[in-house]
């Protein structure tokens, strides 16, 4: 079995549609904030075995609302603020952990 969390490293030209950020960058909570509306797809990756309140809680309402009705407006609560969620959003999560809880 690969390692593939431990050897990941983004590249640095991350297009207008994909954005990587680490887990532990200041600013990582801005750039989901913009993909939310957007549309991009965000790595999120080196995450710790417990994950940001905001990507914690921003993971269970993306997975609840999952099956929601075609052409309904999907909004999401992120660091205190509504976004409405643009189709396209999509996030992943990379850790090194074996077996994230």
């Known amino acids: 079995m ?3 969390g431990s050897t990941f490293r983004p590249r640095e030209d991350d297009s207008n549609n994909f954005k ?3 887990h532990e960058k200041k600013d990582k909570n801005k750039t989901i904030a913009k993909a939310i509306e957007s549309g991009w797809i965000v790595l999120v990756y080196d995450c710790p ?3 940001d309140n905001n990507i914690d809680m ?3 309402q993306k997975s609840n609302n ?3 009705e075609e052409g309904s407006e999907f909004k999401v609560q992120f660091e205190g603020k509504e976004y409405k969620v643009h189709p396209s959003f999509r996030i992943y999560v990379c850790t090194k ?3 994230p809880a």
């Open 2 to 4: 690969s390692n593939l």
């Open 97 to 99: 952990v074996a077996n």
């Open 49 to 51: 075995e417990k994950l």
């Open 58 to 60: 921003l993971l269970m």
């Open 66 to 68: 999952v099956g929601a």
């Open 20 to 22: 990587s950020v680490k």
